[in-house]
Nanobody
Framework: QVQPVETGGGLVQAGGSLRLSCAAS????????MGWFRQTPGKEREFVAV????????YYADSVKGRFTISRNNAEKTVYLQMNSLKAEDTAVYYC??????????????????WGQGTQVTVSS
């Protein structure tokens, strides 16, 4: 069972940067897409970014495009989310998740089956 673990959240001023990390176990890490999602109280979990198994394909939510960058290191079984030019509306709990299907790349949270515990990101304005 893959259990991603997110780290790197915290409090940052608007315009600042944070880098989230997601460490995932399992021999098949490099065979699955990995996604970042976020959630605020009372709202559904929303897609942020996804990266394909080999790292060659990425998709971003329009709200973060140009500011966030997703990357992965398969040798270290880690996925990263570099967040720049942060805004107050980026405040949320950020989750890392592994796609349920081998080699698939999609943006719906329903397609992901292994979720981390989340890390809080708070951007002060």
């Amino acid at each position: 069972q893959v259990q991603p673990v997110e780290t790197g959240g915290g409090l940052v001023q608007a315009g600042g940067s944070l880098r989230l990390s997601c460490a995932a176990s399992g021999r098949t890490f490099s065979s699955y897409s990995m996604g970042w999602f976020r959630q605020t109280p009372g709202k559904e979990r929303e897609f942020v970014a996804v990266i394909s198994s080999g790292g060659t394909t990425t998709y971003y939510a329009d709200s973060v495009k140009g500011r966030f960058t997703i990357s992965r290191n398969n040798a270290e079984k880690t996925v990263y989310l570099q967040m720049n030019s942060l805004k107050a509306e980026d405040t949320a709990v950020y989750y890392c998740a592994r796609h349920a299907k081998l080699l698939a790349v999609t943006v719906s949270s329903r397609d992901y089956d292994s979720w981390g515990q989340g890390t809080q990101v708070t951007v002060s304005s």
